[in-house]
């Protein structure tokens, strides 16, 4: 162990500058970039958000839902170089800009700061429940559009899953009387998505469009009427808003212009 002696003023000997020089490296460690012709992909995902919603409305709770689209809107509007937030259940999707220079693409800062925000904003609209949100973050480093079509549409698949299997456990649950071990077993007895998917069907029971292929927020342009206070005269002036997009398609049915179209890309 280091010895720690007193200086003439009586300060510890660690206060000695050379000393904070060396352990800076430890925090250089932990600051990386990400390279300047990737994308970056980001994932949020509830942190034991089932016992969050524990008292909600089930299957879906239209104002939790309400909730998470408030999330999504708050990082798109203040998030400069944020290109879409793709959200499904307690999960949002996150691409931005190739050439975004956010906190010079920084990886802790993405890592501490976004969830940051989004925890923020949920815990705003949870005020008075009985549990605090929190979001956990991961970042993906995707070399080509192509590879962000792939992380989005593997959601899509994965979002389509969970709201076949969340229609039918409560409607075992809430129907059929079943217990959650009972329904559990029942449905792994069914099989895989397609069967439940069958099975859903044969009881004229439908998965809305929203649930089963998520929900998209980019940006579009509009142009509003101004007023010049130079010319004095009336003007039309475009200006950009975030989209909610609920009737989403296949996303790897889309062509690559059909994609960048969906994304808001085209005229970003």
Request: charged share 30%; with cysteine; hydrophobic share 35%.
């Amino acid at each position: 162990m280091e010895r720690i002696t007193l200086r003439a003023n009586g300060t510890p000997s660690y206060m000695e500058q050379s000393y904070y020089d060396e352990h800076a490296v430890y925090e250089l460690l932990a600051r990386q970039r990400v390279r300047d012709d990737y994308f970056i992909g980001m994932r949020l995902d509830g942190v034991s958000f089932s016992s969050f919603t524990k008292d909600m409305e089930k299957p879906f709770d239209p104002k939790f839902q309400r909730a998470m689209d408030y999330v999504c809107e708050h990082l798109m509007e203040n998030i400069p170089d944020l290109v879409a937030a793709y959200v499904q259940s307690d999960e949002i999707s996150l691409v931005f800009r190739q050439d975004t220079a956010w906190f010079d693409r920084r990886t802790e800062k993405f890592l501490s700061v976004v969830p940051s925000m989004a925890t923020g904003r949920l815990t705003q609209w949870s005020v008075g429940l009985k549990r605090l949100p929190y979001f956990d973050a991961r970042m993906l480093f995707l070399p080509t559009l192509s590879d962000v079509r792939v992380m989005l549409d593997e959601r899509q698949l994965d979002s389509a899953k969970n709201s076949v299997s969340c229609i039918m456990y409560w409607y075992l649950r809430q129907v059929e009387g079943m217990s959650g071990k009972s329904a559990d077993t029942f449905m792994r007895n069914i099989g895989d998505k397609r069967d439940r998917e069958l099975w859903l069907r044969d009881r004229n029971i439908d998965t809305p469009w929203d649930k089963r292929m998520g929900r998209l927020f980019t940006r579009e342009t509009y142009e509003k009427d101004g007023f010049n206070p130079v010319t004095k005269q009336s003007v039309r002036a475009v200006r950009r808003r975030v989209r909610r997009n609920t009737e989403l398609p296949r996303i790897a049915h889309l062509t690559d212009d059909g994609f960048m179209e969906l994304l808001g890309m085209n005229d970003a």
